[in-house]
């Protein structure tokens, strides 16, 4: 069974920095997969924040390009979110979330699993 489990959240200042994991288990081989990082702010639908494939392949939403970062230790099984420069904007539960998705893997209703989430707060 696959399991993801965030951690890393908290609260911070604005200008501060966090570090959000993603720990994944449960998985056999898998050709191709997507692991990304979205954000849901109270009230608002789910948004994403950064992506990685399985080629090493990134993006990232517009609101955060060049203050995060996403990566990768395949060794752990585990994908990173560096979160630097962060605003009162970027508070809100981060989920991790993989699958091979279909239309590019920008929409939450494209990945099957999903961490129980992580909180973080940045004040102002």
């Known amino acids: 069974q696959v399991q993801l489990v965030e951690s890393g959240g908290g609260s911070v200042q604005a200008g501060g920095s966090l570090r959000l994991s993603c720990a994944a288990s449960?998985?056999?081989?898998?050709?191709?997969?997507?692991m990304s990082w979205f954000r849901q702010h109270p009230g608002k639908e789910r948004e994403g924040v950064a992506a990685?494939?399985?080629?090493?392949?990134?993006r990232y939403a517009d609101s955060v390009k060049g203050r995060f970062t996403i990566s990768s230790d395949n060794n752990k099984n585990t994908l990173y979110l560096q979160m630097n420069s962060l605003k009162p904007e970027d508070t809100g539960m981060y989920y991790c979330?993989?699958?091979?998705?279909?239309?590019?893997?920008?929409?939450?209703?494209?990945?099957?699993?999903w961490g129980q989430g992580t909180q973080v707060t940045v004040s102002s």
């Open positions: 979330a993989s699958d091979d998705p279909l239309y590019g893997g920008t929409c939450p209703s494209e990945y099957t699993y």
């Open positions: 449960g998985y056999t081989y898998r050709p191709y997969y997507m």
């Open positions: 990685m494939d399985s080629d090493g392949s990134t």
